[in-house]
C-alpha cells in the first residue's frame, strides 16, 4: 500500500513539474481601447471603479511565456503598457527586454503603447515588433512611431498573411486576416501554436458573417479561443452600434449554441467595453454566460498551451 502511495504521489510531482515548463499565455488585460473606466464616462457601469469599489481593469493585452527558454512576447502594445510590463516582470521575475511584441492593427488600444518603448521614457533598443505589411509602412510612415524605426528603439519584422513564424522549438504564432475598420492598417487575429495546444486571439473583428472561416469550424480546430467580447448585446451604448460593429456576446453564444459543452468551454471573452456587463463582479448577464458554458478572461489569468 504504502509502495503504491508512493508511486502515486511520484507521478503527480512529475506531471505538476512537466506542466510547469509548457509555454502559457499570461492575460494582462481584459477591456475594450478606452480601458475600465473609460475617459469621461460619468454611468453607473464605470462609477464603482471611479469610487475604487473595483478595480480598474486595463485594455486587452496577453503574454506568451516560455518558462524554459524565459522568452517573453506581448500581444498588443496598449495605453496601459507601463503597468503591464509591470505585471509580466513582476510575474517571471525577471525584467529582461521584451523578445517581441506582436500587433494586431492600428486602432489606440492596440499599438500606441510602442510610447513607452522611446527616448522620451525606455530608450529601448531594437524590439522586435511584428507587423503586417499595411501596419509596417503606417509606423515607418507617421510620427512619432516612425522615431522609434529611425532612433531603432524598435525593429520592424514584417508578417505575411498564415505565416508561420517560429519563436523557438515549442512555439509558433501565425496571423491571420480578420475583417474590421481598416483605417490606417490591416486587422489581424493570431494563432498560437505548441506542441500540445493552439490557441486563437481574436479581439477585434466586425462580425463573423464577415469572416471567410466559420467560427463552430475554428472552435472545433482549437484548445482555446479568446474572442472579441466587446459589447454584451445591441442597444448597449447611445449611439448606432453599426459605427463600431463587432459581434455581440450574445450572437456569438447564440452562434455557439449547438455545441458540446466541452467545445463552448474553449471559448472565453475579451476585449470588453467598459458598458459591457461582464465587467461588472455581481452581473445577472456573468451568471447567464457562465450556465450556457462560456467564460470571460480575467488580468492574471494563466492559460497553459
Known sequence: MRLILQIIIFFIFANQEVSAQKPYILVLGTAQDGGFPQAGCKKECCKSVWENKIPHEGVS???LIDPISKQKWIFDATPDFPEQLHLLNNHTGSST???GIFLTHAHIGHYTGLM???REVMGSSKVKVFAMPKMKDFLENNGPWSQLVNIQNVGIRRME??????????LKVMPFRVPHRDEFSETVGYKIITKDKSLIFIPDIDKWQKWDRKLLEVVKENDVLLLDG????????ARPMSEVPHPFITETVELLSELPKNEKNKVKFIHLNHTNPILQPNSKERKDLKMKGFAWVETGQKIEL
Open 61 to 63: 493585452s496577453l503574454a
Open 97 to 99: 527586454p521584451l523578445d
Open 116 to 118: 513607452h518603448l522611446g
Open 161 to 170: 498573411e498564415a505565416e508561420v513564424i517560429v519563436l523557438n522549438e515549442r
Open 230 to 237: 466587446t459589447f454584451y448585446k445591441d442597444g448597449e451604448i
